[in-house]
């Protein structure tokens, strides 16, 4: 796991790369990634502050952290936009959109459409100049990232939730959000040719009392129904409540053929373009 400096060590040496046609990803933690192309960086959905621990601490729901912040926020200044797919605060967290703003004023904040006021109130006023608010199908270029929202089921298909398909370069990530399968969900992004799909697997279990995802066998499944060409799994290994192993993603990517990589949070994939 690589964290504060040594993260932003290999980052950096990443970043400098400005010629060579090669995407780097991070996991920073729960579906959090870092992407960089040519120098370029994008933010999607990240959470790195403890507010959800410190909001459930005295309550019947803790959520105790497995794994440790990767990286503060503040050190981010050199990214040039942020995606928040949906309002949950692992995906929209003040303590970390805050810091990474003040960092970088020049970064932007890709949301849905229908969030726009609920994450104004989150964030304050002041952060609608940064909003690139898409509703489903609408597009936009923002600091060379190209982005078009697609739709996203967090346990149920709404305005609210969303996942992006980023295009950089020669490079096509899809982004779910917090989703489960819903019917057209594949014939809908198929056609996009991800290169690389992030997707959750924590799955759904009633007694967690939270919205559920993807499990493992569906993340994998997913993606080779996509025909993404490397899938790599999130949303699981932050909090003791909800979580789950990798390894029924890892046997079901085995069984059907598709290439999946396990991440550790801090960890870099980098993909060549296909030729």
């Known amino acids: 796991m690589l964290k504060d400096d040594a993260l932003l060590a290999d980052v950096a040496a990443a970043r400098a790369e400005t010629t060579a046609e090669r995407l780097h990803v991070w996991w920073l933690g729960q579906s959090g990634f870092l992407a960089c192309y040519r120098g370029q960086c994008l933010l999607l959905d990240p959470y790195l502050s403890d507010a959800l621990t410190k909001k459930y601490a005295a309550t019947d729901k803790p959520h105790v952290r497995l794994t440790e912040r990767v990286v503060d926020p503040a050190r981010l200044g050199f990214v040039s936009v942020v995606t928040s797919s949906h309002n949950h605060t ?31 109130q989150r964030l304050g006023v002041a952060a609608r100049e940064k909003f690139i608010a898409l509703a489903e199908g609408e597009r936009a270029t923002v600091g060379g990232f190209s982005f078009e929202t697609v739709p996203a089921a967090h346990e149920k298909l709404a305005p609210e939730y969303a996942g992006f398909v980023v295009t950089v370069g020669p490079f096509r990530i899809y982004h779910s959000g917090d989703t489960v399968r819903f019917p057209g969900m ?29 499990d493992g066998v569906e993340a994998a499944t997913l993606a ?4 993404a060409r490397c899938v790599v799994p999130c949303h699981y290994e932050l909090f003791e409540f909800n979580t789950a192993s990798p390894a029924r993603f890892v046997a079901e990517c085995a069984r059907l053929g598709q290439h999946g990589v396990v991440l550790r949070a801090g960890e870099r994939l980098s993909l060549d373009p296909v030729r």
């Open 224 to 227: 080779r129904d996509i025909g």
């Open 186 to 214: 594949a014939e809908r992004l198929r056609p996009l040719s991800v290169d690389l799909a992030l997707l959750p697997i924590n799955g759904r279990a009633p007694e967690r009392r939270v919205s559920g995802n993807l």
């Open 90 to 120: 692992d995906h929209l967290d003040a303590e970390t959109l805050g810091p990474i703003f003040a960092a970088a004023p020049q970064a932007k904040l890709v949301l849905p459409k229908a969030n726009v006021d609920f994450v104004t």
